[in-house]
């Protein structure tokens, strides 16, 4: 939704899942996983859904597709994204159950507070910081910082002293632009909406719940669960395309894990059967 150009069939990007089926057929994986935007599923009339399925089909793959929502798997922020999977035949795949939520026997979602409050040192405009303001202040902090020591990322934003005063005047959960309602202030007690690249120059997309400055790449990193172990390089512009364009590493995990689950499942399927036929022919 954030692109303006969404509507351009024509988009030659629209028609990339072409190389990667062309790669697909070249060196027949196990499993095929394309990843996009919830949207693509109604875009033209889910006319390249049903084609990306179709190219998998026509590769010998069994297909499946979901859309997915990070935030039902641990990650502090609204994600929705569509996700296929094609696997060859005789491999069970399942998709991932939340682990978080509000329904029974699910963890609560975790919010913006939960990542960023308590642990991190507090920023003026183009600041930065080397070194913790102190332990993890929740459980998430802790799983997140595991044994770094060395704060990498954490720097501010220059902003001028407009953007400093419009970001103060704005309460929590509001649009920080009256053009561009979805660029708010974030809530503690919320989970982040979708951390974006930016646009072409990429900007800062979310004001500091606490403090007036936008975000640095390392509160955005831990809005994408990313370990603050990763170091982002190439600057501030970079790191918010990286941050922004990336898989939150939660939600790759909990597909990674069933990806492999089916994978092992099926090999111990073939190696079954590679069994029963030795035990026949030895037995007749």
Excluded at 169 to 178: D, E, I, L, S, V
Excluded at 231 to 253: I, S
Aim: proline residues 8%; without cysteine; glycine residues 10%.
């Amino acid at each position: 939704m954030s692109n303006r150009n969404r509507t351009k069939f024509t988009d030659d990007r629209n028609f990339l899942f072409i190389e990667f089926l062309r790669i697909a057929e070249g060196i027949k994986p196990k499993v095929l996983l394309v990843e996009n935007v919830a949207n693509l599923a109604r875009h033209d009339g889910g006319v390249f859904a049903q084609e990306i399925e179709a190219g998998m089909r026509a590769l010998g793959y069994e297909t499946t597709s979901t859309i997915l929502n990070a935030l039902d798997f641990g990650v502090p922020q609204r994600r929705r994204r569509i996700m296929f999977i094609g696997v060859l035949p005789g491999t069970n795949f399942k998709w991932p159950k939340a682990t978080h939520g509000n329904g029974p026997g699910l963890k609560p979602p975790v919010t913006v507070g939960d990542a960023l409050i308590g642990d991190l040192p507090e920023l003026e405009s183009n600041e930065s910081s080397v070194n913790y303001a102190g332990p993890p202040k929740t459980p998430y902090q802790k799983f997140i910082r595991g044994k770094q020591k060395t704060l990498l990322n954490h720097q501010a934003p220059n902003h001028p002293e407009s953007t400093i005063d419009m970001i103060r005047r704005t309460a929590p959960g509001a649009p920080m632009y009256a053009k561009f309602k979805q660029r708010i202030r974030l809530q503690l007690d919320a989970p982040s909406p979708t951390v974006v690249s930016g646009g072409i120059r990429p900007q800062f997309a979310y004001g500091h719940p606490t403090q007036a400055r936008g975000l640095s790449i390392r509160e955005r990193a831990r809005l994408m669960s990313f370990p603050d172990s990763y170091e982002f390089l190439g600057g501030l512009t970079q790191g918010r395309v990286q941050t922004g364009d990336a898989v939150p590493p939660l939600l790759a995990q909990a597909v990674a894990i069933e990806i492999s689950n089916a994978i092992e499942g099926a090999t111990h399927k073939n190696e079954s059967d590679i069994g029963r036929v030795h035990v026949s022919a030895i037995t007749e």
